[in-house]
């Protein structure tokens, strides 16, 4: 039923979420909009539950998408975290929907821990989220290419901490590390593994030209930093350090902070490392366009000695069809 009028799209802000997220019979505590034409139309009160019908109608009027107002954000994330088991256990959901709930609340859920790092209920979140993905992940390669379907590739800190998690645990499956545990481990410090930067402050990170060599110094910090900020939360197992810590460390000792050698980088931080360098050249920056993936490919292979040999070229295998040999 339409009960009211809103602004046009482009002056407000609603953050557009998956009919399919919404649970049937459930008072979802935030109001629901649709588009039609140009124009958000209140559809659902936040009082009201979302029954069969109500999908129903939706269906058969092609309404795949629904808007949730930007205010709204916080109690739509803690409606989806509450209910993101049976959203996966859900066989009338594609696949390919799965990986959008997933990769979206993921999002979300970054941004709040971004915004506070060191919060005790955010690290408990993120490993909750974490075991989500690696459970969809273990489901085999579909469910990574399902996961690439969905993924934003313009650059901000919190997408490019979901990619970088999506591919290490990819990456991680595809070098027969099977063991949920780990996984586990390996997924939330990938996910955190850039949370250091929130020390560093935007004007830097978002600076379009090259970095003075102070400013370069600055954010060479950033690993050693997000160490900080998780120890002060005492919530996160020390294996999860190694992506944060370890990420720019190269086999060479190329790498920040320490310029340790490849045989003091543990296979966390060699995985997080190629999975960070890779989803920063293929996303759009501010200031470098994105690198396509074959390209992206061939030039880390042209990186002798920074990474293992051995797992960059797993990781090329993972990444498509195109074998090393042909880079």
């Known amino acids: 039923m339409i009960t009211a009028h809103v602004p046009k799209v482009q002056t407000e802000p609603f953050l557009p979420i998956y009919l399919e997220a919404l649970r049937l019979d459930t008072i979802v505590d935030f109001d629901l909009y649709i588009l039609i034409g140009k124009d958000l139309i209140l559809y659902r ?112 800190t919190y997408t490019h901490s979901v990619n970088v998690c999506t591919f290490s645990l990819a990456f991680a499956r595809a070098l027969g590390i099977d063991d949920e545990e780990q996984l586990n481990l390996l997924g939330t410090g990938a996910l955190l593994h850039d949370v250091g930067k929130t020390k560093i402050s935007d004007r830097i990170l978002n600076k379009r030209s090259k970095l003075t060599p102070l400013e370069f110094e600055l954010m060479k910090k950033h690993p050693a930093w997000g160490v900080e900020l998780v120890q002060e939360t005492n919530l996160v197992h020390a294996d999860s350090y190694f992506p944060i810590i370890q990420h720019h460390e190269r086999d060479d000792q190329s790498g920040y902070p320490h310029g340790i050698t490849g045989d003091d980088i543990h296979t966390f931080g060699k995985i997080v490392g190629i999975a ?30 920074q990474y293992d040999r051995k797992l960059l070229e797993i990781f090329i295998t993972l990444m498509g069809p195109t074998k090393t040999g042909n880079l």
């Open 45 to 156: 009160a936040s009082d009201l539950p979302f029954t069969e019908k109500t999908r129903a109608n939706l269906l058969e009027n092609n309404v795949t998408k629904l808007y949730v107002p930007a205010a709204s954000r916080a109690k739509y994330q803690k409606y989806i975290e509450a209910n993101i088991a049976q959203i996966m256990q859900d066989k009338s959901i594609s696949e390919t929907t799965k990986a959008g709930i997933v990769y979206d609340s993921t999002k979300l859920l970054v941004k709040d821990v971004l915004a506070n790092p060191t919060l005790g209920d955010n690290i408990h979140r993120t490993m909750a989220m974490v075991e989500t993905q690696v459970g969809y992940i273990l489901k085999g390669q579909e469910a990574f290419h399902n996961l690439l379907k969905v993924m934003s590739f313009d650059y901000y």
């Open 276 to 305: 960070d360098t890779f989803d920063a050249m293929t996303t759009h920056r501010v200031y470098q366009p994105a690198v396509e993936t074959f390209p992206a490919l061939k030039s880390m292979l042209a990186c002798t000695g």
